[in-house]
C-alpha cells in the first residue's frame, strides 16, 4: 500500500511538472482527428498519459532539428493512444526518442552468400529497435493526416507504426505477436496469419485497401499497419477487417468505432 501510496504521489507530481497547456492540447487534437473523437474521459486519460510521457522519455533533435513543445506533445499524444489502457510500462525498454526533420537514415549491412559484406543507406519515416532508441521524422508526421499525400482511403501513421512496432518487440521478437498468455497467443497467431494471408492476395490482386499495402511486405509490418487503421480510421476498419478489428480490440482494450 504504502508503495502503492508513493507511485501515486509521483505520477501526479510528474503531471504537475509536465502539465500540458490547454492551448497546446487543443492543437493537437486539432490537428489529429482521430484524438479528437474520442470521449471525454478517454482524451483526459491520454493527456495524463502525455504529462507522464514527456517525464519518462529523452527527445533529441537531429542536425539542429528542434524538438519544440509542440513536437513532443504530438509524439506523445500519438504514442499514448495505443497504451491508454494498458499503462505507459509497454514502453519501459527505452528512453531515448531521435528525432530527424526530414527522413530517418538507417545504415544496413547484410553479408552476401560469397561473404562479401555490403554497406548502405535506407531512408525510413521512423524506425523502432528493440532497447532503442526511436527514430521519427518530423515531415513524415507532419503529413500524417493530410489525404492530399496519402489518399482519403488509406491511412498512414507513423507514430503509431513505431509504437506498435515498441509492443510487438516487447518479448524480444518482432514477429506481429505482442507479448500474450499461452492460450490467447495461440489463437493471436491463428488470426493474424489467416487475415494476413487474405490482405497479400487482396494486394497481389491490385485491390485498393484502407490498410497500408507496405502491410504485406511481413506480418510484423500487417500488425503495425493494421494498428494504424485501427487508431485512426476505426469504423471503416472495422467495416474492412472486422477479424483483425476484434483482434486488436480485444488486446488494446478499446473500441473505438463505437465511442
Ligand atoms: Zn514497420
Redesign the pocket.
Known amino acids: 500500500m504504502i508503495l502503492k501510496a508513493l507511485r501515486d504521489w509521483r505520477e501526479r507530481r510528474a503531471v504537475e511538472r509536465r502539465a500540458i497547456p490547454d492551448a497546446l492540447w487543443q492543437l493537437t487534437l486539432l490537428r489529429y482527428p482521430f484524438l479528437a473523437q474520442r470521449s471525454e474521459a478517454d482524451l483526459a486519460e491520454l493527456r495524463r498519459l502525455c504529462s507522464l510521457f514527456l517525464e519518462r522519455k529523452e527527445f533529441h533533435g537531429v542536425n539542429g532539428f528542434e524538438v519544440t513543445d509542440e513536437v513532443a506533445v504530438a509524439v506523445a499524444a500519438q504514442a499514448c493512444l495505443p497504451v491508454l489502457k494498458l499503462g505507459l510500462g509497454w514502453y519501459d525498454g527505452f528512453v531515448g526518442i531521435v528525432m530527424h526533420e526530414g527522413e530517418v537514415v538507417a545504415q544496413r549491412r547484410y553479408e552476401d552468400e560469397d561473404g562479401v559484406v555490403h554497406e548502405y543507406d535506407e531512408e525510413l519515416a521512423g524506425e523502432a529497435m528493440e532497447g532503442g532508441p526511436l527514430m521519427l521524422s518530423w515531415n513524415a508526421i507532419a503529413v500524417s493526416n493530410d489525404p492530399a499525400q496519402f489518399g482519403v482511403d488509406e491511412v498512414f501513421n507513423v507514430v503509431i507504426?513505431e509504437f506498435a512496432?515498441v509492443m510487438d518487440m516487447r518479448d524480444g521478437l518482432a514477429d506481429g505477436v505482442p507479448p500474450l498468455e499461452a492460450a490467447e497467443r495461440e489463437r493471436w497467431i491463428e488470426v493474424i496469419d489467416a487475415e494476413w494471408a487474405r490482405f497479400c492476395e487482396r494486394v497481389d490482386a491490385g485491390e485498393p485497401t484502407l490498410i497500408d499495402p507496405y502491410g504485406a511486405e511481413a506480418v510484423e509490418?500487417f500488425f503495425?499497419v493494421a494498428v494504424e487503421a485501427f487508431f485512426v480510421a476505426p469504423a471503416a476498419m472495422r467495416s474492412e477487417e472486422p477479424a483483425m478489428y476484434a483482434l486488436l480490440a480485444g488486446f488494446f482494450r478499446q473500441d473505438p468505432a463505437s465511442t
Open positions: 507504426h512496432h509490418e503495425a
